[in-house]
T-cell receptor
């Protein structure tokens, strides 16, 4: 089966610019996650969707980050405006059900200069 | 906040040796999962162990769970250079929505 697809693979922007990441989960997976992973740390959950509804977004910096999941399938994560501390790898994951294993995409490596 | 914390932060061994890493957590869980991450890539699921299970095996991997001590261990037997990676445990928060939370990970280096 096809895995979780993410794009772009790499992105370099200047601070205060905007950026968007895209994720296509595995077909049939109801739950979709966005994680931020700063170098040397573990992934931190930004937002969790169940179909097109938000389960948890308590750690999403809502003044600059936004996310949506169109029709309960694809998802986009946007940062506007970006800060230096947003430099990280942004990982998308999906699972068939909650409480089951996660399948991760390869991530988008963001560098904010 | 991070629910699970791995120990040690870094581990360096020779090929053929066993590698053991531990995960401690703070609150009751429904299940605990272990993942591997090779440099620059996404995480790969290794094993899921539920709160009513005490031990699971998958190939050269052995995971134990002690809910009374709120801890889990991952044992890799007969390690190979290809096992070099970071290993993370992920726990949920029982009693509510399932929100998988990762620790900081253990960086394992296996020398050929």
């Amino acid at each position: 089966e096809a895995g979780v697809a993410q794009s772009p693979r790499y992105k370099i922007i200047e601070k205060r610019q905007s950026v968007a990441f895209w994720c296509n989960p595995i077909s049939g997976h109801a739950t979709l996650y966005w994680y931020q992973q700063i170098l040397g740390q573990g992934p931190k959950l930004l937002i969790q969707f169940q179909n097109n509804g938000v389960v948890d977004d308590s750690q999403l910096p809502k003044d600059r980050f936004s996310a949506e999941r169109l029709k309960g399938v694809d998802s986009t994560l946007k940062i506007q405006p970006a800060k230096l501390e947003d430099s990280a790898v942004y990982l998308c994951a999906s699972s068939f059900l909650t409480n089951e294993k996660l399948f991760f995409g390869s991530g988008t490596q963001l560098s904010v200069l | 906040s991070q629910q699970g914390e791995e120990d040690p932060q870094a581990l360096s061994i020779q090929e053929g040796e066993n590698a053991t890493m531990n995960c401690s957590y703070k609150t009751s869980i429904n299940n605990l999962q272990w993942y591997r991450q090779n440099s620059g890539r996404g995480l790969v699921h290794l094993i899921l162990i539920r709160s009513n299970e005490r031990e699971k095996h998958s190939g050269r991997l052995r995971v134990t769970l002690d809910t009374s001590k709120k801890s889990s261990s991952l044992l890799i037997t007969a390690s190979r250079a290809a096992d070099t990676a970071s290993y993370f445990c992920a726990t949920d928060l029982s009693g509510g929505s399932y929100i998988p939370t990762f620790g900081r990970g253990t960086s394992l280096i296996v020398h050929p």
